[in-house]
T-cell receptor
Framework: GQNIDQPTEMTATEGAIVQINCTYQ??????LFWYQQHAGEAPTFLSY????GLEEKGRFSSFLSRSKGYSYLLLKELQMKDSASYLC???????????FGKGTTLSVSS | NAGVMQNPRHLVRRRGQEARLRCSPM?????VYWYRQLPEEGLKFMVY????????ESGMPKERFSAEFPKEGPSILRIQQVVRGDSAAYFC???????????FGQGTRLTVV
């Protein structure tokens, strides 16, 4: 089976840096995804890691350690519009559907 | 290139009625996934389909729920004899192949009264 854990809520201020952690226990692993979801809207793709290391894309970076079953999403230069839920998802081996964690709700204040 | 289109956006049904949720994938995408999201819960996988085939329905409730993706037309998620516990947001996602990132639609918010 799969189990994905992330903090329920986080708060930060504009201009700051925040790191959202995700740990997973899966019977197999074939990639980790991060999605952003604003309230009442569709999840939008942020990043994909399949190998260990850091993937950087503008203000957002994602890190993966397969041996530790651990990933984080790093958001720099926070803006108010970054207030949203951030969903960590794993693709299990032999499957194509993503298994999602419950998401981390990030609140950015001025 | 339009994104994943779901309709209706909001659907209200009385207990015992049927709900039909439609999903048109992005152009060129032949893989469709349905997810359910309850308040304060994560996205729960329900079913994965390709054209005319159900590939993985391990997340579908055994009764009252069914899904199809015909050769022509949108994918349909059908819920028969709805109950209050079926109230949720149902999201559809599509991808061009099985191993690539999935793009989500805006969701259908089903309310059972």
């Amino acid at each position: 089976g799969q189990n994905i854990d992330q903090p329920t809520e986080m708060t930060a201020t504009e201009g700051a840096i925040v790191q959202i952690n995700c740990t997973y226990q899966t019977s197999g692993f074939n990639g980790l995804f991060w999605y952003q979801q604003h309230a009442g809207e569709a999840p939008t793709f942020l990043s994909y890691n399949v190998l260990d290391g850091l993937e950087e894309k503008g203000r957002f970076s994602s890190f993966l350690s397969r041996s530790k079953g651990y990933s984080y999403l790093l958001l720099k230069e926070l803006q108010m519009k970054d207030s949203a839920s951030y969903l960590c998802a794993v693709r299990p081996v032999g499957g194509t559907a993503l298994i999602f964690g419950k998401g981390t709700t990030l609140s950015v204040s001025s | 290139n339009a994104g994943v289109m779901q309709n209706p956006r909001h659907l209200v049904r009385r207990r015992g009625q049927e709900a039909r949720l439609r999903c048109s994938p992005m152009k060129g995408h032949s893989h469709v996934y349905w997810y359910r999201q309850l308040p304060e819960e994560g996205l729960k996988f329900m079913v994965y389909l390709q054209k005319e085939n159900i590939i993985d329905e391990s997340g579908m409730p055994k009764e009252r729920f069914s899904a199809e993706f015909p050769k022509e037309g949108p994918s349909i998620l059908r819920i028969q004899q709805v109950v209050r516990g079926d109230s949720a947001a149902y999201f559809c996602a599509s991808s061009p192949s099985g191993g690539s990132e999935a793009f989500f639609g805006q969701g259908t918010r089903l309310t059972v009264v």
